[in-house]
Structures are given as C-alpha cells and as structure tokens.
C-alpha cells in the first residue's frame, strides 16, 4: 500500500523551544519512518511581521539547523522552504476562493493578533489559514502534526478542502487530519503558569532547544510555583501541574511518581522538584544543542539539502498545480 502523506512546517521567527518540538518535530522525526514526509519552514507565514531581510535569513538557517539536530532526516523525508515553491502562492489566490471573510475574522489566532498587535491587522493575517491549508494540499497530505493551537486551523482547512472537492464535484484533495503520534495534540504549557509556550511571551517563559544548561537551569528554577499543598490529594493549581506536565516529558516515571506522592502527601519541596526537572531537562537537550552547534557551521550541507528538498517538494507541487489548473478549467489556448 502507498504510503500515506504529512506535510507540517515551523515558521522562522526565532529559535524553537519545547513547544515546537514536542507539538510537531519530534513527530516529524517519527512519522518520517512509515509515511511520506513533507517538512518545510515556513517562511511566507512569517512576514505577516515584517521581519529584518537578515533576521529573516539567519531565522530559516537556524529552523533548518534545528530540524537536522532535533533527527528530521533528509534520506528519509523531503525538508525543504515554503518561498522555494512558486506553486504555493498560485494556490493560495485560488484558496482565496474557498475562505469565507467571517470564518477568517473568527479564526482564534487572527482574533488574538488582533489584541496583541492592533497597529499591524494585515491582510496576510487575516488569510493566514488559507496558506496554512494550501502549505498541505499542495502535497495532498493525508496527515499534519501540529500542536493543539493548530486545531482549528486544520478544521478550517478542512472546510476549505471540501467547498473545492464540492464545488468541482471531484474528489481531489483528501480532507487532513490534525495529528499527534502517540496520543491527542498536545500545548506544552509556559513556564509562567499562563498559557502555551510561546516566543511571544519573552525569553524567560520559554525553553528553547539551543538554551546553554545555565540558561535552562535559571529558568526552571524561576518557574512560578506556589506555597505548596496543605490538604492531602488536593488538584494541582496550574502553574503546578504544568511542572509535572514538563516531568513527565523529559524525567524517568519513578522521578515523577516521586514528587507526585510528595505532591500528595503534602511534603514536597518545589526547589528540590525544580531542580530535578532542570537537570533531566538539561541531560534531555544537551545531545540537540550540541548537533545545533555543529550543523551551524556547516552551511555547504545545509544548502545541498535544501536546494535538494526544494527539487523534490516542487515536483510534487508542480502536479497538484497542473491537476488544479484542469479541474478549474484554466487552460492556456495552446494546450
Ligand atoms: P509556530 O512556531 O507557530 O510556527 O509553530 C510551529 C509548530 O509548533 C506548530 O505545529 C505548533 O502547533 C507547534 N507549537 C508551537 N507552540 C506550541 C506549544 N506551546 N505546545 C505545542 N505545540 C506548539
């Protein structure tokens, strides 16, 4: 049986902290073993900022550098840059088509940029799902590992997908799946207690997988915790539960039934708990950050790998846009 298709991608807007990587790379590191890989950064997605040319560069390399350290393997899946498919803004006008201005202003990440950054409501903004939809059709991928703030994108790409395939009367483009290997998508929480992980929330709330041990030590250890249970088995607050949810990714079970009967019985010590997870986390990334370090210098193999993705991803692209361009009846007279 063929095997099936995933396309996901990581925009160049900084390095990539433990969100990015439990949510969607290490799953493509999985997922490259049994279906056909698509993995790309996603550099159109992040001028919706309006980078610096040169932030923007060294951004791209180090996703690139990133996705090799963290085990995305060239041999076994295409990695490539969204801006070196010309087939990707070409069906994304076509997209354009399918996306609906009320379920676009709906979009939860487009009402929130709306709060976070009312001087720049671009239009790039707006009709960010619809890139994001045709970054996976243009591969017709059957499966896109994102982490859970990605859901309602996907559902939206799904709309889009089935108003084509309707409209058209075909069965073209498959209808995505949101995915995550080993169980539902995932939101690896901030390290102040509020929220996702996220680069917008500053340096300190963030791990990012190049962060030096000492870095990633003062940061756990500030890690907003509270003044401890007093009543056995009680709920963990979030800000708590969030540390154990860290535990669990990167610390063997013993350490985290350890503190959680320390939880439980109301003798735990965060310090000591904090401790532990820097360490673990420290041991977890240690092997990443040094690959980050010496893939960084290697620029000669990085271009080849991408000049060689970008080969590969564009074939696939350039027949899902001669299938589109017959399907919607755009023919040149000389055809
Ligand atoms: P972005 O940095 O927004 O381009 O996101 C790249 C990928 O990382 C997407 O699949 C996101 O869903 C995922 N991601 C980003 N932040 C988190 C997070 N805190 N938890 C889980 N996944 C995340």
Redesign the pocket.
Known sequence: MAKQITV????P?GR?????Y????LNFVKMQEEYNGYFFV?DY?SLTTHPKPEDLKANVKQIVVEYLACGVDPNKCILYLQSDLPQIPELYLIFNMFAYLGELERAATFKEKVRSQPNNVNAGLLTYPVLMAVDIVIHKAAKV??????QQHLEMTRDFVARFNNLYGVQYFPEPEAFNYDSSL?????LDGEG????SKGEHTCIYLADEPEALRKKIMRAKTDTGPTVPNSPKPQEIQNLFDLMRLVSSSDTVRFFDDKYNDCTIRYGDMKKQLAEDMVNYLTPIRIKIEELSANDKLLNEIINDGGNKARQSAAQTLKDVREIIGIKSFGE
């Open positions: 996901s991608g990581v925009r807007t990539q902290h433990l969100g990015n439990f949510g969607a790379v996603a997605h590992p994102v982490g859970k703030d990605q995932i939101s690896i929480p901030s996702k992980m996220s680069k």
